[in-house]
């Protein structure tokens, strides 16, 4: 199991995309390699990135470990292009949403335009104010749940931003070490 990261700055500008282990050994999460240290050992290893650098990055994904049994297997979901044209409707419906602001895409939505965008419908609001209280989410870490779950409505074509939408990109957050 890996954990992926994805950042994109206010501009736009830039893009990250980065991994790391779980752990020191990269083997939590397999009880035949795990190391006698677990899950201390994955609190300590994960602690060493800082608390607000996480905090700016939009979505976190764990990843389990690929199987021998997976690489042979014709993999399963969508292709590729019916996901890239998914993206370019989605994209093309920000281009159009912002078309009188100075922002081009959700990830740049600030303030009153993100506010007039991506606020969700009444049971959307109510998960995102609990979220934020169990989660100790910050002000930027509530933002950031807005942005994406405007994209995500974004990538579903859906009008308006509601609760299934926020639960997932709640998914997305950043999840404490294993215990």
């Known amino acids: 199991m890996g954990v992926v990261f994805l950042f994109t700055c206010l501009a736009g500008c830039v893009q990250l995309i980065a991994a790391m282990n779980p752990c020191r050994c990269g083997h939590l999460g ?4 795990a190391c006698a240290r677990a899950p201390r050992c994955a609190a300590d ?10 905090d700016r990055i939009d979505l976190h994904v764990e990843v389990r470990a690929v ?19 998914r993206v370019a409707a989605a994209r093309a419906v ?6 009188d602001h100075p922002v081009r895409t ?24 609990q979220a934020a209280e169990a989660m100790r989410l910050t002000a ?4 950031r749940i ?10 579903a074509a859906a009008p308006e931003v509601t609760r299934i939408h926020i639960a997932e990109a709640l998914s997305y957050r950043r999840k404490p070490p294993v215990n």
């Open 146 to 155: 807005l942005r994406v779950g405007r994209t995500i409505a974004d990538l």
């Open 30 to 33: 397999d009880a035949s390699l």
């Open 106 to 129: 959700n990830a740049e939505a600030d303030g009153p335009v993100l506010d007039a965008v991506a606020t969700p419908d009444a049971a959307g609001r109510k998960l995102l104010a």
């Open 67 to 85: 199987t021998a049994a997976d690489l042979v297997m014709l993999p399963a979901g969508e292709g590729s292009a019916v996901v890239g044209a």
């Open 94 to 99: 920000q281009v159009e949403r912002y078309r």
């Open 140 to 143: 930027r870490g509530y933002t």
């Open 45 to 54: 290893y994960q602690a060493k990135v800082s608390g607000p650098l996480l």
